[in-house]
């Protein structure tokens, strides 16, 4: 029997050629309002099975949870996704079942180093977790699409047999695509490290962002 295609969702992966928008998963709501139970939020990735019904859940530390939920609107068959998912884990299978309670879609970031642009954006957080960076950004707009990717700018040390560990100089690329600065938008994004080429184990990121407060920076050690 021929195994159905994965796809990654053309939604949740942000490419610099793609609009950086945020799109919510609706969860219809029953008559009975209950509160939620040990509610934990975090990012983690979400798969559809052939008829687009989600199925289950992987955090970025490695944690796999079946979906018990109903009553999520069905999504693009045999697809993962990524957010930011409210959920509880259930009693009944040895903390293994989880029931979703609020999603919010995130964003992976593309390579953009050969269009790279890097105008002032909003930074809240960052930090690694798993293979994962996660940020918590947010742009002035108006309502015009703007254009959002990482960079790779140098790498120290990555040559040579005896390989010692590298150091990934990145950035975020930022195109405001003259949108005016108005409103305050937040966004949630990722960069999947291992899709960094060459990186090893071990290796050590910096990642800067032009903020409207001057350039930030943050490092991190990769574990994959």
């Known amino acids: ?65 079946n979906i018990t939920n109903t009553n999520i609107k069905k999504h693009r068959p045999d697809t993962t996704y990524r957010a930011i998912i409210g959920y509880s884990i259930g009693s009944t299978a040895k903390n293994i079942d989880a029931y979703i309670h609020s999603l919010k879609e995130a964003f992976v970031l593309g390579d953009s180093s050969n269009h790279v642009l890097r105008h002032p954006t909003g930074i809240e957080s960052m930090w690694i977790r798993g293979k994962y960076i996660n940020m918590q950004l947010s742009a002035k707009s108006q309502g015009k699409k703007q254009y959002w990717g990482y960079c790779i700018d140098d790498v120290q040390n990555a040559d040579g047999s005896n390989r010692p560990h ?27 490290v291992p899709s960094i080429p060459l990186i090893q184990h071990g290796d050590t990121i910096t990642v800067a962002v032009n903020t409207f407060n001057g350039i930030k920076k943050w490092t991190f050690k990769t574990s994959l």
């Open 1 to 65: 029997m021929k195994q159905p295609t994965r796809h990654t969702s053309t939604i949740g992966i942000l490419r610099w050629t793609m609009l950086l928008s945020a799109v919510f998963f609706l969860i219809a709501c029953s008559g009975k309002q209950e509160p939620y139970p040990n509610l934990i939020t975090e990012f983690g990735n979400l798969s559809t099975n052939s008829e687009g019904t989600f199925i289950d859940m992987v955090t970025d530390n490695g944690q796999h949870f």
């Open 166 to 192: 590298s150091h990934y100089h990145i950035s975020i690329h930022h195109n405001q695509n003259n949108d005016l600065l108005s409103y305050t938008e937040t966004y949630y994004c990722s960069i999947y």
